[in-house]
């Protein structure tokens, strides 16, 4: 459990990131304003969308619950039937009965 711990940890320490630079964005004059803060506060927007992410495919992120995975579906070796594109054109040579201009 000590990776939840973790886990947590970070998590809480990114709020408290994003709420601090929340707080210095209001309270900074005009000699901070601009594309500094702003891009301090969509790094750390980022940061917390990542370990969003990051907290989510860690195992055991759904305690008590098994992680879905999505159905495999089998591709067979063995080619399509032609019967299937009697009524397509080849993809870039245009249809058989008529000529490029």
Same mark, same amino acid.
């Given at each position: 459990?000590?990776?939840?711990?973790?886990? $947590?940890?970070?998590? !809480?320490?990114?709020?408290? /990131?994003? @709420?601090?630079?929340?707080?210095? &964005?209001?309270?900074?004059?005009?000699?901070?304003k601009g594309i500094d803060v702003r891009r301090v506060?969509?790094? $750390?927007?980022?940061? !917390?969308?990542?370990?969003? /992410?990051? @907290?989510?495919?860690?195992?055991? &992120?759904?305690?008590?619950?098994?992680?879905?995975?999505?159905?495999?579906?089998?591709?067979?070796?063995?080619?399509?039937?032609?019967?299937?594109?009697?009524d397509s054109d080849d993809e870039g040579l245009g249809a058989k009965d008529r000529h490029a201009?």
């Amino acid at each position: 459990m000590a990776l939840q711990d973790d886990l $947590t940890a970070v998590q !809480r320490c990114v709020d408290e /990131l994003v @709420r601090t630079v929340d707080k210095l &964005a209001q309270h900074s004059g005009a000699e901070m304003k601009g594309i500094d803060v702003r891009r301090v506060r969509t790094d $750390t927007d980022h940061l !917390r969308e990542s370990f969003a /992410l990051l @907290r989510a495919t860690a195992p055991g &992120a759904a305690a008590g619950q098994p992680q879905e995975r999505p159905d495999l579906v089998h591709i067979p070796e063995k080619p399509y039937d032609n019967s299937l594109w009697t009524d397509s054109d080849d993809e870039g040579l245009g249809a058989k009965d008529r000529h490029a201009p």
